[in-house]
């Protein structure tokens, strides 16, 4: 069984950063992504970015290209964070963090609010 943390969402005003950080404890080995998504206040779930364990490749949404940066962990291999700048009102949502692994069903997080005030 695999279970998945977010945190350090919160309040931040509108132009400043936030880093989330995900974490999987359990049978990881397999993993073959991590993807960030968000929902916000009355609209569906939507992709924010995606890091691809083999090879460490990513990919983003165009609404946050050049703004946020999804990464892993070096050393603790099982964390992959979402560093967010340059936040705008429209980011605020609740952040959830999806480890996909092979063999097994999606794991998810139970999410972290992220607010950007004006």
């Known amino acids: 069984q695999v279970q998945v943390v977010e945190s350090g969402g919160g309040l931040v005003q509108a132009g400043g950063s936030l880093r989330l950080s995900c974490a999987a404890s359990?049978?990881?080995?397999?993993?073959?992504?991590t993807t960030w998504y968000r929902q916000a206040p009355g609209k569906d779930r939507e992709f924010v970015a995606i890091?691809?364990?083999?090879?460490?490749?990513?990919?983003y949404a165009d609404s946050v290209k050049g703004r946020f940066t999804i990464s892993r962990d070096i050393a603790k291999e099982n964390t992959v964070y979402l560093q967010m700048n340059n936040l705008k009102l429209e980011d605020t949502a609740v952040y959830y963090c999806?480890?996909?692994?092979?063999?097994?069903?999606?794991?998810w997080g139970q999410g972290t609010q992220v607010t950007v005030s004006s």
């Open positions: 999806n480890f996909r692994i092979l063999f097994q069903r999606n794991y």
């Open positions: 890091f691809a364990w083999s090879g460490g490749s990513t990919s």
């Open positions: 359990g049978r990881t080995s397999s993993t073959l992504e």
